[in-house]
């Protein structure tokens, strides 16, 4: 069964700091896995594209990460601010649909405090 | 920021009310999506639509329908609102499907 699952659920840290969001994934075949951030409220917004044969993809603040044999993605955020405070939702591709078949994960709330 | 809208934003309505979330794109695209998203949960796609005149059910059995007689527009309608339809509802719209522009959403609650 295709399947997203994310870590932590939900997240706090003080203002400056450094994080890391978890994405474990068994979708297959495997196209893409993107990162999105979800204001509340709002519609999900893409941060990062990764596709199978990259490792690593930088945004600004934003560093994703990914390990397709483990099927393992990470997002790093740098010196968080308080307009990070957001879901952050890891989003896989299937390369067999060409319906664009997307597998959501349930986010990560992270709230950033000042 | 995509070009891509829902109306209404916030909806309160009662029981047994029909009712209409509109959603328009501006960017051609073919392929648009209703997404059902409740609290701390992933998104459930419960429409899309390849093109105009061309409507699917998602994975998410949902008593509502849809329709796509323009290429901008896929509106939602629920012929009678119940409690368990409240929820938010995400339109998006693609060209190659895996790359998927999302609407601000419409929080719908029935009363």
């Known amino acids: 069964k295709n399947q997203v699952e994310q870590s932590p659920q939900s997240l706090i840290i003080l203002e400056g700091k450094n994080c890391t969001l978890q994405c474990n994934y068994t979708v297959s075949p495997f196209s893409n896995l993107r990162w999105y951030k979800q204001d509340t409220g709002r519609g999900p917004v893409s941060l990062t594209i990764m596709t199978f044969s990259e490792n690593t993809k930088s945004n600004g603040r934003y560093t994703a990460t990914l390990d397709a044999d483990t099927k393992q993605s990470s997002l790093h955020i740098t010196a968080s601010q308080l307009s990070d405070s957001a879901s952050y939702i890891c989003?896989?591709?299937?390369?067999?649909?060409?319906?664009?078949?997307?597998?959501f994960g349930r986010g990560t709330q992270l709230t950033v405090w000042p | 920021e995509a070009d891509i809208y829902q109306t209404p934003r916030y909806l309160v309505i009662g029981t047994g009310k029909k009712i209409t979330l509109e959603c328009s794109q501006t960017m051609g695209h073919d392929k648009m999506y209703w997404y059902q998203q409740d609290p701390g949960m992933e998104l459930h796609l419960i429409h899309y639509s390849y093109g105009v005149n061309s409507t699917e059910k998602g994975d998410l059995s949902s008593e509502s329908t849809v329709s796509r007689i323009r290429t901008e527009h896929f509106p939602l309608t629920l012929e009678s609102a119940r409690p368990s339809h409240t929820s938010q509802y995400l339109c998006a719209s693609s060209t190659t499907g895996d790359e998927q522009y999302f609407g601000p959403g419409t929080r719908l609650t029935v009363t």
């Open positions: 989003v896989v591709s299937d390369r067999g649909s060409t319906l664009g078949r997307l597998y």
